[in-house]
């Protein structure tokens, strides 16, 4: 742990030494989760027919509700990166006061393998005035990666409403596929081979605003492209693909904000029979 001398401000995290991130891989279920020392447990899980989950169980019951900031911090070797806003999340009363699901797990897991590290800021449950922050470390991230993706490409899905309306995310200027990215789509074409009543495939590259318009359109088609070839690699048959692109002009939030543009570089997947 990491404990603050000043009073007013207590800050929760693993050690360089006492960092570690442990997948458990079981039948319709993947665990990514880190100890936090005297705070609890962060845990990532992945099931069938269900989104992304985050949750921290705590060591001692949160005593009342209320609101938590989350900001990524860059580690002390990423001196070129700047902390960035991840969003706000409400706590909750009892043992596993933060609950998270979806876009918002899924960003935060993003970051992690990005090298950042998600923090969420709130005020002490004991008296609300001093504040307290929780870390989840980027150190031996990996070590527990590997077999949570793994897990999670191999993720039997069932279920037509789990991928036929999905969103890949991609870093600002890039038009690669991130590790996660993948995994999700491995979960998608594995799902086509069971199900073939698909009849079409409409992938959408987007981006935010930054940067001139026209190289936007360009990036977002390449986007699209990218999950285009790497479905078609997978032998997703490619006469039921459609792709289009849209740069900047359909955002999904403002960009007025880093949240915002993070939600609005993606590629949307739609799926109909």
Request: hydrophobic share 35%; proline share 3%; glycine share 8%.
């Amino acid at each position: 742990m990491s404990l603050s001398a000043r009073a007013e401000y207590q800050s929760y995290a693993a050690t360089l030494e006492s960092s570690s991130w442990s997948a458990i891989s079981s039948k319709g279920s993947c665990e990514l989760s880190h100890i936090i020392p005297y705070y609890g447990i962060a845990t990532f899980v992945r099931r069938i027919d269900s989104d992304m989950v985050f949750f921290i169980s705590t060591n001692r019951e949160e005593a009342r509700s209320g609101k938590a900031h989350i900001s990524s911090y860059p580690t002390g070797w990423q001196s070129s990166q700047q902390v960035r806003e991840v969003g706000s999340t409400r706590m909750s009363k009892g043992r596993r006061p933060f609950y998270i699901k979806g876009e918002m797990a899924l960003r935060m897991l993003y970051e992690l393998e990005e090298g950042m590290q998600p923090t969420f800021s709130y005020g002490d449950w004991a008296n609300g005035k001093d504040q307290i922050k929780v870390t989840l470390s980027t150190v031996k991230f990996r070590d527990g990666l590997d077999e949570f993706l793994g897990c999670v490409a191999g993720l039997p899905p069932y279920e037509y409403d789990t991928v036929s309306d999905m969103v890949i995310f991609f870093a600002s200027g890039s038009t690669g596929l991130s590790r996660m990215a993948r995994a999700e789509l491995d979960r998608l074409t594995q799902y086509l081979r069971y199900d073939p009543k698909v009849k079409s495939i409409m992938i959408a590259g987007h981006t935010d605003s930054d940067g001139e318009m026209d190289k936007n359109e360009v990036t977002a088609r390449k986007r699209a492209d990218t999950v285009e070839r790497y479905l078609l690699d997978f032998g997703v048959d490619s006469s039921i693909i459609t792709t289009d692109a849209f740069g900047e002009r359909r955002p999904m939030e403002s960009n007025l904000t880093p949240k915002g543009r993070a939600k609005n570089r993606r590629v949307s997947i739609e799926l109909s029979k």
